[in-house]
């Protein structure tokens, strides 16, 4: 299947492959475990050789509704149950009414996650789209790796956006691992205090954009951040092809600014200029496969940073 997708569900937005259930509204817990098909156990069972003999230090981990097997391990292993993720969910997120929105089977039951938002939504003044940040739980039935708790802003729905969620937690420090041992419920606080660091990571968005938001920038300004941002061939480059190119990137960047992703408040702040120019980073710029674009837009990069820098240098 697509993005190694098995099975699952997404709330109110449709998940790119289109294979999840929609849903309308947030499930509770039952509802949202049997319906992302979390809803089964984990069985160890004992391994025999060709001769009857039995493989000491080493388990099987089968499914307890299919008796698909899932992977063979050491007796240290200890496998986390479903559930048990769903509990790492609640204890993190911790408000009566967790909004469970996304979750699924990947790699026919060897990898599961479950998704919440933290309902603390927020907008810039002058623009009314909502940004909220999420939690996210993952655990892998094959000892690929450890069950993890995440804190990010990327929407799991697939194997790659799930990948690409630990990649941005790992670098931006918002990541606890459990080991498979018998003190998962233990290490509940420990997870719940380190991922409180995500309220942390969003009062930094929040400052970072209310910043950019009171300066304004003058038609000379976003002349000069164009420029910047998509400087002058130079060199063997200068070409008068690529000098054309350079135009139409230009081009490009003016109709997003001016565009309807970009509120109308903001055309002339460093906000807006910051939103154009991650805007045309991760969509208008060429790309070499379906990978590369999928990895821009969910990834953090240097250019991204360098963009709200160059919005305040050009501001008033």
Known sequence: MPALFDVGFSVRKPAWHGLAAVLQEYPGRDEAMRLAGHDWRILEREIFMSGGERLEGWRALVRDDTYAPLSVVRDSYHPIQNAVMWDIVDAIVSQPNVQYETAGVLRGGCTLWVMARLNEPWTVPGDDSMTLPYV???????????????????RVVCW????????????????YAFRHTARVQERLDQAREALLAVRGQFSEFKNLALELARHTVTTAGV???????????????ATPRAATFIEKARDEFASLLGGQTVPEAHRRTAYGLWCAGVEFLDHARAFRSGETYFRRTVEPSRLKDQVAKLA?????
């Open 312 to 316: 305040l240098a050009v501001a008033e």
């Open 160 to 175: 790659n956006t799930y990948q690409a969620a630990r990649e941005q937690a790992r670098k931006r420090g918002f990541y």
């Open 223 to 237: 002349r000069d951040f164009i420029t910047a941002f998509i400087p002058d061939p130079t060199g063997a480059s």
């Open 136 to 154: 996210v739980v993952g655990t892998a039935h094959d000892g690929t790796h450890s069950t993890e708790a995440m804190a990010m802003a990327v």
